[in-house]
Every structure is written in structure tokens, then in C-alpha cells.
């Protein structure tokens, strides 16, 4: 199984702060690499396919980047419905996994 | 604008079958796979299997002997089976647009707890 590592685990930010997360995958994909936003009660949002595309109607505050092993995913200036679990998910083969998440919380 | 929607039990007893459905409104389910993917509570996302509308399936291995899901596409619904279910089956159940692809479309979510 691939093995998505994120960091960090949670990080604490304010608004308008660029913010940066990392996935790692313990062997390379290519770019099947997926974001999704998660809030608390809520299924996850697709952000990112493909590593790189933005999801219809997601903000271009948002974007992602790698291919291989190493990804990220940058919001460039934080805002407060941003505040959120991210999580990196790798479609490349089965089974498909997903990294543990990345929490933002507000400094 | 596509929307889906999980139901079934919300209690299941340990060694009990999990049954739940997922229903498709605002497009079909003809021409798309389409995933269960759980959550347990505070915990990350995994991925149960997904299934193309012509039936054809791809299963966790890890869950893949108790696992089937299966596709109705007069009802535009899929469903998901899961056999002998313990306390560690107990999560969020969630079905989605997509399969080896990204996951575009996410039912709600239905939380399933295994107790007696």
C-alpha cells in the first residue's frame, strides 16, 4: 500500500498568513494526487486533482504542486471560512489512500 | 448539481451484515464509478471500494472478504454490504462521485455505530 504522509499534523495561522502543507507518498505517483478541505460535520470538498488543477469554483487562493512523492497544497492569504482539516489523497493505485490531515486553526 | 445521499441503520450489532444506500438525484449514475469511503470518529479518511456503473468493482483488500457493493441504476443508487462487523467498523460512512479519479461529489455522511 502507499503510505500519504502530511505535515505538519496541525498548524495555527491568521488571516491574510500564507499557509503551506505538505504530502509525501512512500513511493511515487506521478501526479495522482488529490486535496479536499474537511470541516467539522461535513463530507470533504474537493480542491486539487491531478496535483495541480483547481476544482471548479474552488478560489485561486488555493493551489497545489509536485509530482513524484512530494506535493503541496498553498493557500495564499488565509481567510476565515478557510479554517479546516486538509487531506491529501493519492490515486495512483489501490488501495487508495489517504494522508492523516492536516488541521488550520486560528492563531 | 449533483447530490447524494446515504441511509440505513445508524446501530449495528457486532457480527451483524452493515447495509446502507446511497441515492443519486440532479444527474445519473450511468457513466461514473462511484466510492464508499469511511471515517472513524477524530480519525482520517479510508478508502472501502468503488464500483462503475456496469457493476465492475474494486475493494480495500483489507476489507474486500467482508465488503460488496453493488449498483442500481433504474433506482440511480448504490449500496454498500459490510459482513461481521465489529466495534471497529463503527465511522462515517460516506459515498462519492469517482473512483480512480478524484472524489468530485460527497454524500453527507452517516455515522454507523457497532454496539450490542
Known amino acids: 500500500d502507499i503510505q500519504m504522509t502530511q505535515s505538519p499534523s496541525s498548524l495555527s495561522a491568521s488571516v491574510g498568513d500564507r499557509v503551506t502543507i505538505i504530502c509525501r507518498a512512500s513511493?511515487?505517483?506521478?501526479?495522482?494526487l488529490n486535496w479536499y478541505q474537511q470541516k467539522p460535520g461535513e463530507a470533504p470538498k474537493l480542491l486539487i486533482f491531478?496535483?495541480?488543477n483547481l476544482q471548479s469554483g474552488v478560489p485561486p487562493r488555493f493551489s497545489g504542486s509536485g509530482s513524484g512523492t512530494d506535493f503541496t497544497l498553498t493557500i495564499s492569504s488565509l481567510q476565515p471560512e478557510d479554517f479546516a482539516t486538509y487531506c491529501c489523497?493519492?490515486?495512483?493505485?489501490?488501495?487508495?489512500?489517504f494522508g492523516g490531515g492536516t488541521k488550520v486553526e486560528m492563531k | 448539481q449533483v447530490q447524494l445521499q446515504e441511509s440505513g441503520p445508524g446501530l449495528v450489532k457486532p457480527s451483524e451484515t452493515l447495509s446502507l444506500t446511497c441515492s443519486v438525484s440532479?444527474?445519473?449514475?450511468?457513466?461514473?464509478?462511484w466510492s464508499w469511503i469511511r471515517q472513524p470518529p477524530g480519525k482520517g479518511l479510508d478508502w472501502i471500494g468503488y464500483?462503475?456503473?456496469?457493476?465492475?468493482?474494486n475493494y480495500n483488500p483489507s476489507l474486500k472478504s467482508r465488503v460488496t457493493i453493488s449498483v442500481d441504476t433504474s433506482k440511480n443508487q448504490l449500496s454498500l454490504k459490510l459482513s461481521s462487523v465489529t466495534a471497529a467498523d463503527s465511522a462515517v460512512y460516506f459515498c462519492?462521485?469517482?473512483?480512480?479519479?478524484?472524489?468530485?461529489?460527497w454524500g453527507q455522511g452517516t455515522l454507523v455505530t457497532v454496539s450490542s
Open positions: 464500483i462503475f456503473h456496469s457493476g465492475s468493482t
Open positions: 462519492a462521485r469517482g473512483g480512480f479519479s478524484a472524489l468530485d461529489y
Open positions: 513511493q511515487s505517483i506521478g501526479d495522482y
Open positions: 491531478g496535483a495541480s
Open positions: 440532479g444527474g445519473s449514475i450511468s457513466g461514473h464509478y
Open positions: 489523497q493519492q490515486t495512483y493505485s489501490t488501495p487508495l489512500t
